[in-house]
């Protein structure tokens, strides 16, 4: 958690609720083509007026000029450090399908690939494999056993899967296979300490099996690429440690994986925003603590699309009515880190929040990047956000004598 | 110290005189009844034209969100990491009345509080107790001789007290006995290692002698309840880090004990903030570094009268130029905490600070929380507040080669 040891001491339960609206990818920066940046661009109506009457500022995800990816993004919301508590890429893969993960589990992302006929790697996605195909193969590879350890074997899409070895002793501490680069063989994986001997030997021998598996198949040569080998990290209880009952609200299995990993509670089955709003409605009055996920701002972002992202923040303030029309004691607008359609990525730019109370102090501000960073919450870190969430919630007694 | 273990190496002696001006719970918020924090209503002649010439910024005291009490209020403001010395309740209770502490002493706070026949806490702060009748009890209690251990009883006011425990080999990680309940029986005091056995034999024994006394006083039943023990932490000498010779002046003997654990010297006998300014005047030869303490600003604040808080800032601004008559080469503005009579206590807020030398830059701004925060320092932790004023004074030689 953040480096403040005495926030479980100081947190006392209240009747406060509090949502903490996350939009993905939330920040921008300035577009040449367009002039602006994408929420200096968009027609923000109730998310100015929201912000004008709000404490805005804005939140460095990780540390100045570090770009997060998804993980380190939300663990800094709430209030973990990103940096300690980094979720390694098999764990994020994994929970990001909903793969069932237990502690001491080993996960892997893993690609299928295609080999020429001397072994070295032709392409690292296998061409144009298709769901269909992956799943088979999927299926093939479920049958293999190894001894002493569990595999498991669950398709993601197209050429990408996530491999789960379950059993004693096992350890991340592991080489990949998967040297992302083409025309040399697939690595062995390595033990990076004496204890996680048995571990490199488990995958090694499922490689050697799998790809006897895909001797006996048809068609070009396949191959398995496998990386970020990981475990569950040991986090922090959100709940017992900011004396909170909580629930995260999202669309897709990535947020709700690192939520539960927190300890939130989970909706399940939930497909877009509007469904979300209403589940926030109907679980109300069960928590105290609302993690609310909209993810459009990214995706569009992501594909380098000013305009889509434009109109996805535009959609994002047209439901907003909607959730200050429930009164939470605190509503929090955030996001994990910007995502500028002109770099079409993840940056590393500083994103904007407001954090709306009773205690929130009147500004002339609007809801932009440049706004809310010369506005009352300054530029802070985003694992210094809850600390502020919490105190806007008045659920932290005063710190020493 | 602050984070920064090179302070020492690069801090040379000079003949600047420092002062710094304590406001305590200087910084406030928004007040919806009048439109506006108490450091904009107010009339602030003097500061705000000081301001214009200064280095001015907001300081957070902990951490954003965390409201601090007056000790992490103060460490910050010297250069302490407030978390990691964090002074316990005994302790600042302690030093609060000047109670004579040595290294090792065991400190609480106590409470005189009114039992019911089956022993069960019916007022925690034991009716209306006068001065006197507390008083009378602990001229009793501190005939109690207690194996291996000197116990001293030193009335504060009224029903409160503190126990200081002195002896051999006694450590403070022992539970209070005070429920903050009541209803129930005071708690036996435990210890939370084998070390503190002794230590909490001791206090139990004290406390069932302490029940005989009362059991023989006429009246209801009285009892006692202990917590926040707590032992003197090992400070770094404030004179030997930064190389000044420095010296508190206040009226309150909260900061003067902090000041002293500091290492800083006492003035003793101040009775209000003219007094202070006149002993300020008396010693300016004899030291370079004075830290000088206002206190009616929190006072008003704490009894959410926005006009008094108002008033006592006015109240300040006239006593300006007495000082800047002085002519230090460094003289900062600053306050331990905000406490805005909106909420009528302690807060989270940043805090004003202004930081006047001869390399100041002038501004056009004004003294108030948001001019401040845009202003040369912008928003920094108190605890790099000490920093930026040694820089001022010409103390700190050049970091690195």
């Known amino acids: 958690m953040i480096d403040f040891p005495y926030i479980s001491n100081i947190c006392k339960p209240t009747k406060s609720k509090i949502i903490m609206l996350v939009a993905d990818g939330l920040g921008g920066m300035y577009h040449p083509d367009y002039g602006s940046s994408e929420l200096e661009a968009a027609r923000l109506p109730n998310l100015d007026k929201l912000a004008a009457t709000s404490s805005c500022g804005v939140t460095t995800p990780v540390l100045p000029g570090i770009t997060p990816g998804s993980g380190p993004g939300h663990m800094g919301l709430f209030g ?10 098999g764990i994020l893969e994994g929970i990001g399908i909903g793969a ?7 996960v892997a992302r ?11 790697i032709l392409d690292r996605r296998a061409g144009r494999l298709t769901t269909e195909e992956g799943q088979f193969i999927t299926k093939k590879l479920n049958s293999i056993k190894v001894d002493g350890v569990d595999v498991e074997v669950h398709h993601v899409m197209g050429y990408r899967f996530v491999l789960v070895l379950k059993g004693k002793n096992l350890l991340d ?7 992302q680069i083409t025309k040399i063989k697939p690595l062995t994986c390595q033990a990076l300490s004496n ?3 048995n571990t490199a030997n488990a995958v090694n021998s499922f490689v050697s099996k799998a790809n006897a598996v895909f001797g006996d198949m048809n068609g070009s040569s396949k191959g398995l690429l496998l990386r970020g080998f990981s475990s569950l990290p040991s986090l922090p209880n959100f709940n017992s440690t900011y004396n909170l009952k909580s629930v995260a609200i999202a669309s897709y299995p990535m947020y709700k994986g690192i939520a539960e990993l927190m300890g939130m509670d989970i909706i399940k089955d939930l497909n877009g925003f509007q469904e979300e709003i209403n589940a926030l409605k109907t679980k109300l009055n069960e928590y105290d603590f609302f993690f609310l996920h909209y993810k ?4 569009a972002g992501e594909d380098s699309d000013f305009n889509r992202k434009v ?11 909607q959730i200050t029309d429930m009164n939470p004691d605190v509503l929090v607008v955030c996001g994990d880190h910007s995502t500028p359609s002109y770099m079409g990525s993840h940056s590393w730019h500083p994103v904007p929040c407001l954090v709306k109370s009773k205690y929130s102090q009147p500004s002339d501000g609007v809801f932009t990047e440049m706004s809310c ?3 009352e919450l300054g530029s802070i870190k985003a694992q210094e956000l809850m600390l502020n969430v919490l105190a806007h919630a008045g659920k932290l007694n005063k710190f020493g004598p």
Chains 1, 2 share one sequence.
């Open 80 to 89: 973990y450090d990103p940096i300690k508590y980094l979720l390694g890429r």
């Open 100 to 106: 069932p993960i237990s502690q001491g589990d080993v």
């Open 110 to 120: 893993g690609n299928f690939c295609t080999l020429d006929e001397k072994g070295n």
């Open 173 to 179: 501490s592991i080489t990949d296979t998967d040297p």
């Open 195 to 197: 204890e996680a001997k």
């Open 296 to 299: 459009p701002a990214d995706s």
């Open 311 to 321: 109109k996805a923040l535009e959609d994002l303030d047209s439901y907003l009515q």
């Open 373 to 375: 960073r010369n506005s």
